[in-house]
């Protein structure tokens, strides 16, 4: 056991940290928020560069050979520095899946295409009252000849406003909630059919509704009514990773509210001196080491071989990850005041963030449901 | 000991139900209920229509249109208002500036600005707060110098919300800069207009445009514009925030909300499971009804005490603050798990965020984060709860 | 809306709250706990001397013709005494019971001598995996000529080792859960058959387990099968009157340790110095008058007509009791520190009995659950 | 960064697991994970199998029979001692003066009390805390006086936990009144059958009689018997809490008694419903259980950067202490809504109530009670969870 990094890791986390340090500053970052679709093609030609985009594929396919831990330092950085950039949509989710369901030949063509920052993704699976089961799935999938037409509609697709393709998980066979008979089509956001309305995201990213009428796929990622197993997979290498985003949101409440006690004075003295705000940023802190160590439970969860463990820990990691988040958010901006009620500074960034990653992939209440189906954690 | 009301009071009860529900405009109470933000124009046609009844100001002195309400008549006044959906009259002018003026200004002044606050035929804004002062509000530094027959105030103050809607600004201003901290401050009005004044809007978390910082560059007032006594104004800041404190619980409004979410979790579903039978759901919800019927109850309790209290506000109040601000809180959280992923979309416009004009997700979807964003500020302004927990251990317990 | 005492209320809680001061100091109340069954005879004479044990009968019957406020004013001050004698089996079950279920005739001879001290009464509902539920009743009550004869276990019966008499709830008719089927049966509690083992419970009042063998009924209260909703109504009578009770225990915990903290002196200063103290004293204080005004809440629905009302607005106030009292037990050990901790100091003995009521008629999740179940309370 | 452990950890793991359930005394064990108390015998008994393995003192130096164990081998060695429900060795003995006599004490010292302290032929009990010191331990107004080759002990101790049983006790005195507080005290042995030495017994409210006063009046101890150097005491008391703070965590401890919830709870029914059906039940369950889960993590990473600091205590195991004490606690409270009315049978005996014997309801359900009450004090001892706080914010935050 070992909680070290090793010499590639600190270096991956030196040049993620540095780059977000240098350009991620909070005005920077007010800039990168208004141009198309909240993120800068510069700074994805950057991470392109520095090899991020294809950090987790394998080698022959234009990556880096990364593992979970290697995503959770870029993951932390990302949220450490509020990154808008769509790196989740792309390369956790659209690089993941095609890892995880495509075919050899698909992987060879897609893979360097993300990897060298040419190609965006999005995942859409979310349906207007599917929540957080992956298998409720009504967008139907029918084959016309040699390819498949796509039917349905889906919600808050994340960075769905500019992703050059989409993954859209439709039905092929069976009934609304069966666990058979879903697949994982390609479909090019330009396509015809392809309705797609983009919005900004409370937490300055964006996303989009789209509706597909008679949409033609490009592709099916492996079997057309067996790709479930795969988007579940993904789907908590995903939830282990915006645990680690968390993580570094989580880390910058702490540290600004500790720093800003420090500074700020009320009736004749810093705020730091109240013995009362001491242990409540102490219980902070608590909330953070907590969900730091269960970030790294669910980092090392994501290549667990057993399905039912895997998504019994990543589950039980998003609880712990979710309950810190919202203490820490929560007493962020209250300790803070209200200058933390403003855009014009950062806390609350971090505290918008922090609210829609509790409910993105599943609320507490549903992980928390899955865990206590799944048994005991020990 | 009694829990049921007597006849009278139940009339009376009944006459704001009737009136709030019937006689007011339906189009505004359903935006309040729908938590949607509400225009210019829509506050002040709701404030005019309450005045015009004679229920903008019952707390005023009689000679200036107020009531001589039991505690509990004034209880249902506001239990009913926010049940109903009805804004509540605008506070800067009934509960703030208004009652000062009346208690402490010259017949002059009150003459002049009373009648039109009450109506909203000026519309008050607030100027205590400054960068930096906080919960520490004594240690303002925005000042007032005495020159000829003027007062010219320098300086700058914050949080001061829907200024742009304001014509009036009344504002604390030290005027002994020798005196000690609490002593030497004044209590100053201000035309909006008057040169010198400028303001800057502050976007909030929630996405809304409603607070501003306010700046004073040499603004010239006339010497009578002061309220009461020079270097009095701490006294007559401190009247006013005890009157803030009334009806602070919001009980009628997280009724009324905790209603509005029951609807919606009836409706919204999760697969094919209704969000109200999943029981982690009812169980919270539950749980923040039952609290709140006590901190109802408190309130009650509250309120049949005041009638010995002889206006001081009573520390107990502090409670109602304290419970009410995180009822109001967990009932924004509640909306959120409602609507699920549909939290997510941000609709910004120039009355704030919060319309659903899109029509993505669930009603009500729009507002859930927002209101959640916003209400984060209940347990830090009017006195955050750490302030109140100060005033209960000090003034309660003894310590 | 009148939270006043009348004249008459006022001069009763005077009276108890002066009895107790008198009669019920920490040195007093160990040597009462020594006494056979835990309480004083010589008390209890008192009780009945002052009108209590009769309180709420009509006058008729030899009562006062109390109602629930004045319950609760005398059930708050056993609460802040933590009165051992039998004043909510005997006077609140037993002759709530009789009143709500027995003959004219019953009446008029039981309740006049519960009033006068000469009977005390236990109520025998709770089975072994009953829990909280009165119609989940396995005991038998089988016809033989004009008696009836009692077959079954009951568990955990408060004050069943010294009671005089036994209201059995037994089942006439029907299955295990069956609404309908249900007396109430008065037993001597030394009749053939009925063995009793009794035992100190852990807040140092007494309870029993009781088995009857055949044992034989002295009488039935009302009818033989239609027992259960009087047995609901005082169930929740009681319930209303324990929630008093635990607002007297709350009352003294926190006064307790708000005197502690201003005595006890840590690092050179008083500890009610330190704000962290302070502000934790305060959240017990408004969880206490949350509870206050709940138990007043109880009060007043317990005289509600409508069964499912009353029984949402007691379930309602005892979950809030529950979590004020657990909230305000916790915490008035820990602020006591070590001190809190034996047996020798008062503040421990209020967080014992105070832990038993959290269970008593009920946990915080069965009547949470029971509150969901009957919709809005607004 | 790595989780999984190597080989040779995993086959150390196996080994103590192996040891600790097949060659360790199953009745002592049996008792231990049903909650009750052991007696004297057994508590010997469990410690002398320790020892014969060389079990009982890892931590000592190696010449004194202590181990070179990494933070790895020593975290398994607990984590599965606790989880097996063996008794870790007597804290007083191990844990407190042994690491304080081989580290300060004289040579003779440590070859007269050593052996005999590691085998629990000597029984120590410990003598810091005072009526009216709690947390602030270093007000101790004991004092020792030196008179000739003696020292004179006179005052008071107070929280003297399973003192019946001990036949030593170490104890921290003044030794010199005019000096500052944490200077001035001496760390001194003294025979539990010296005249003067007095014991009362102090009933806690979970009903058990551990803690006891122990009076000192004119105790008379040869000169030898202090430890190091007079007047540094104060150090070695700190040296012996830092050594403390190891295993606060509780974390197998605590494993093995949701294990044993889960078992009570699937036999346990409501009508016909098994508690552990019951969704409110195995939420708290689980929270209970994802908590304790992310505090192992944590007690792993604290044991991970315990290599890089020398001895040196991490500020990062008052986190352990914080969560571990309020997870302890939470068990004791599954275990009263396993039980339910049955929580409230009180089964006295001499060594502490919690014994089942008469078999009323459910198995567990006398210790029920008892231990909820019992584990209020782990978030009062061993420093205070306001203390901990306070070194967080101290020593972490910097504030």
Same mark, same amino acid.
């Given at each position: 056991m070992d909680f070290d990094l090793s010499d590639d890791q600190r270096l991956l986390k030196d040049s993620v940290d540095r780059l977000i340090a240098d350009r991620y500053a909070f005005d920077s970052r007010k800039k990168i928020m208004a141009e198309p679709g909240g993120w800068s093609r510069d700074m994805w030609a950057q991470f392109a560069e520095l090899g991020l985009l294809g950090l987790p594929f394998p080698e022959a396919q234009g990556g880096f050979g990364g593992g979970p831990v290697e995503t959770m330092l870029v993951m932390e950085a990302i949220g450490r520095g509020l990154v808008l950039e769509p790196f989740l949509p792309t390369v956790i989710l659209g690089g993941g899946l095609i890892q995880a369901a495509g075919s050899p030949e698909q992987q060879k063509t897609l893979l360097p295409q993300i990897a060298q920052g040419k190609k965006t993704y999005a995942f859409a699976q979310v349906e207007r009252s599917s929540r957080y089961n992956l298998a409720d799935v009504q967008t139907t999938a029918k084959q016309d000849g040699g390819s498949w037409i796509i039917n349905g509609e889906k919600s808050v697709v994340m960075a769905g406003d500019t992703a050059d393709t989409l993954i859209v998980t439709a039905r092929t066979a069976g009934g609304r909630f069966d666990r058979g008979g879903i697949g994982l089509f390609l479909v090019n *956001?330009? *396509?015809?059919g392809v309705t797609i309305q983009g919005y900004p995201t409370q937490d300055g990213a964006h996303a989009a509704e789209i509706r597909f009428d008679n949409a033609r796929a490009e592709a099916v990622l492996g079997d057309p009514a067996g790709g479930l197993a795969a988007a579940e997979l993904v789907m908590d290498q995903a939830m282990a990773a915006i645990c680690a985003e968390a993580v570094g949101l989580m880390h910058e409440m702490h540290v600004s509210t500790v720093d800003y006690m420090k500074t700020r004075k009320q009736f004749g003295r810093a705020i730091s001196e109240f013995q009362v705000l001491q242990h409540r940023s102490v219980d902070m802190f608590v909330a953070l080491e907590q969900a730091r160590s269960m970030s790294i439970f669910a980092t090392f969860a994501a290549s667990e071989t057993d399905p039912a463990t895997r998504s019994r820990n990543i589950s039980a990691a998003k609880v712990q990850i979710n309950n810190s988040g919202k203490h820490i958010g929560q007493e962020c901006v209250q300790l803070h005041g209200g200058i933390a009620m403003t855009m014009e500074y950062k806390a609350g960034h971090y505290f918008k963030r922090m609210t829609m990653l509790e409910q993105l992939f599943g609320d507490t209440n549903t992980h928390q449901a899955k865990v206590a189906k799944a048994g005991s954690l020990f | 000991m009694d829990l049921s009301f007597t006849p009278e009071e139940l009339a009376f009860r009944d006459e704001c139900r009737k009136f709030f529900r019937e006689e007011f405009p339906e189009a505004i109470r359903r935006k309040v209920l729908d938590g949607q933000h509400l225009s210019k124009d829509e506050i002040v046609t709701a404030h005019r229509v309450l005045n015009a009844k004679g229920w903008a100001t019952p707390h005023w002195p009689v000679e200036w249109g107020g009531k001589t309400w039991s505690a509990v008549q004034y209880y249902f006044y506001q239990d009913e208002m926010q049940q109903a959906g009805v804004p509540s009259p605008l506070a800067f002018n009934t509960s703030m500036v208004g009652p000062v003026i009346a208690q402490f200004a010259s017949e002059d002044i009150k003459k002049r600005f009373l009648p039109a606050t009450a109506n909203l035929d000026i519309w008050w804004c607030q100027g205590f707060s400054e960068p930096g002062a906080g919960s520490d509000l004594?240690?303002?530094? &925005?000042k007032a110098e005495k020159r000829g027959n003027t007062w010219v105030i320098n300086g700058q103050k914050t949080w001061t919300t829907l200024a742009q809607h304001a014509d009036w600004i009344f504002v604390l201003c030290r005027t002994d800069a020798t005196a000690k901290k609490q002593e030497g401050i004044s209590f100053i009005l201000a035309d909006?207009? &008057?040169?010198?004044i400028t303001r800057r809007p502050i976007q909030t978390i929630d996405g809304g445009h409603e607070v501003n910082e306010i700046f004073f560059d040499e603004v010239v007032v006339p010497e009578e514009n002061l309220v009461g006594e020079v270097n009095k104004g701490w006294d007559y800041a401190k009247f006013l925030l005890g009157n803030e404190r009334t009806g602070i619980a919001r009980v009628g409004f997280s009724k009324a909300r905790l209603k509005k979410i029951r609807e919606l979790a009836a409706l919204e579903r999760v697969g094919e499971q209704r969000?109200?039978?999943d029981p982690k759901f009812i169980e919270k919800l539950t749980s923040t009804e039952i609290r709140l019927k006590a901190l109802e109850m408190t309130q009650l309790r509250v309120v049949a005490n005041d009638r010995g209290r002889g206006g001081r506000p009573d520390p107990a109040s502090s409670i109602l603050k304290l419970e009410g601000s995180v009822i109001q809180q967990l009932t924004t959280e509640l909306l959120m798990d409602v609507v699920g992923p549909y939290v997510m979309p941000f609709a910004e416009s120039d009355e704030g965020s919060g319309r659903n004009e899109m029509g993505w997700g669930p009603e009500y979807a729009a507002q859930s984060a927002p209101a959640y964003f916003n209400n984060r500020k209940v347990s830090i302004y009017g006195g955050s709860n750490e302030i109140q927990r100060n005033i209960i251990a000090k003034a309660i317990l003894g310590f």
């Open positions: *956001a330009k *396509a015809q | 004594a240690s303002l530094r &925005t909006m207009k &008057t040169p010198g969000v109200i039978d």
